[in-house]
T-cell receptor
């Protein structure tokens, strides 16, 4: 069974440029998460989707970050414009709602470097 | 959300049993305790989850005392490949309250 797929794996951009990350969750998983992980720290939740609905986006910096999950499957996370402090690894995870309570399946992440 | 406290780092030798303790004094009645493992350049991977007493699977055991204010992840006979960061999470599974908060984790280094 294919795991969570993310792209790109690496992205280097200059500040003020836009960037987008894509995530394909495990088939059938209706819950999708985006996390941001800074160097030496644990992942921080940005947004959680139940199907196509964003049910928790309280940690998403809405002035420059946006996310969507059309048709409740794939998701994209966008940053526009990027700032130096956005350099981090962006992780996507998925799970089955109301099953495997704590088991999130993570992708390998997209490492963003903002110059 | 219950906050968790773990040691920043631990060293061990191959073949030894490693116990990593996590404190979660404010754990709520509905909260479960979950541990993840993360290797460099990879996303975290689920290890084990429990609510009370002891849970064991093919890779680890999780010990939770009656007051549930702490938990201990036990890795039997570690190998070099167990070198990773281990995260303890506490969270509720129900509805909109379901949220998993990662702390800074414990860097386990297994030495030959």
């Amino acid at each position: 069974e294919a795991g969570v797929v993310q792209s790109p794996r690496y992205k280097i951009i200059e500040k003020k440029q836009p960037v987008a990350f894509w995530c394909n969750p495990i088939s059938g998983h209706n819950t999708l998460y985006w996390y941001r992980q800074n160097l030496g720290q644990g992942p921080e939740l940005l947004i959680r989707y139940e199907n196509e609905e964003a049910v928790d986006d309280s940690q998403l910096p809405k002035d420059r970050f946006s996310a969507e999950r059309l048709k409740g499957v794939d998701s994209t996370l966008k940053i526009q414009p990027a700032e130096l402090g956005d350099s981090a690894v962006y992780l996507c995870a998925s799970s089955l709602r109301d099953r495997d309570i704590g088991e999130l399946f993570f992708g390998e992440g997209s490492r963003l470097t903002v110059l | 959300l219950a906050k968790t406290t773990q040691p920043i780092s631990m060293d061990s030798y191959e073949g030894q049993e490693v116990n990593i303790t996590c404190s979660h004094n404010n754990i709520a009645t509905n909260d479960y305790i979950t541990w993840y493992q993360q290797f460099p350049s990879q996303g975290p991977r689920f290890i084990i989850q429990g609510y009370k007493t002891k849970v064991t699977n093919e890779v680890a055991s999780l010990f939770i005392p009656a007051d549930r204010k702490s938990s201990t992840l036990s890795l039997p006979r570690v190998s070099l490949s167990d070198t990773a960061v281990y995260y303890c999470l506490v969270g509720s599974p129900s509805g909109s309250a379901r949220q998993l908060t990662f702390g800074s984790g414990t860097q386990l280094t297994v030495l030959p």
